[in-house]
């Protein structure tokens, strides 16, 4: 059993949303040309699709990796990848993320989660530092803190276990009864965190807008409500 209540209410959890559309508005047009580009390039067994997939997720979620290795890659397996992703199975995440001699698990992730967001939570350091300081307040239970220190030790091969993580948070704070996807969870808890971090922290990302003026209207508005929440009570003391 916990010891450590943390509990998300439908007004809080829309609350961050909203705040992220008007803060992080262009972290929202990015989203839409992911979209876009998953539309027009469906393929995993066509090169040029797949590398326009891999090309905006390094553009976007800046993940670094090598289009030519993980493009070949993805193309050479993409029978059992598109299996495994129809079939929602995590395995499909192992299978993208052992790219040569280079573990691309975060990539994986958000690669699987482009294509199937309802089925494949993304792994952010952001958000697992997130659910690694829940852990230490006792907000977890025993079994779940073995699958923390798993992918703790083996990340690219416990993918389940994270999403078993994942499911924990989202059933322990409540946000089971009113949450439409792993996606939008995910941009609840990045979106917060990025928040805090501007707002408090004023470090500045190239997707926020560095004119102080004009973040004052949303700030004032908002940094009221959002500091009242239960995520910026817990985000405002972790070391990101």
Not at 21 to 31: A, C, T, V, Y
Not at 79 to 101: E, M, Q, R
Request: glycine content about 2%; hydrophobic content about 40%; overall charge positive.
């Amino acid at each position: 059993m916990s010891k450590f209540n943390f509990k998300v209410t439908r007004q809080e959890y829309q609350l961050v949303l909203e705040a992220r559309r008007q803060i992080l508005f262009l972290s929202e047009i990015q989203e839409m040309e992911c979209q876009q580009c998953k539309n027009a390039h469906p393929a995993n067994n066509i090169e040029s699709d797949v590398r326009e997939k891999v090309k905006i997720l390094n553009k976007y979620f800046h993940t670094r990796v090598n289009e030519d290795d993980v493009t070949s890659h993805i193309v050479k397996n993409c029978n059992i990848i598109d299996s495994d992703i129809t079939n929602h199975l995590p395995c499909a995440v192992s299978l993208i993320a052992f790219t040569g001699n280079r573990n691309e698990f975060s990539f994986a992730t958000k690669y699987c989660a482009l294509l199937q967001p309802d089925y494949y939570p993304i792994y952010d350091r952001y958000v697992w530092k997130f659910f690694l300081h829940l852990n230490k307040l006792g907000f977890f239970d025993k079994a779940t803190e073995k699958k923390i220190a798993n992918v703790n030790k083996n990340r690219s091969t416990a993918y389940s276990d994270y999403i078993y993580v994942y499911n924990e948070f989202i059933d322990k704070s409540g946000i089971k009864s009113f949450y439409k996807s792993y996606r939008e969870v995910d941009k609840y808890i990045w979106g917060a965190i990025r928040m805090y971090l501007l707002i408090e922290k004023d470090i500045k990302y190239s997707n926020i807008s560095p004119t102080k003026q004009w973040l004052q209207t949303f700030v004032a508005r908002l940094l009221a409500n959002l500091t009242t929440t239960a995520i910026w009570a817990i985000i405002s003391h972790i070391n990101f």
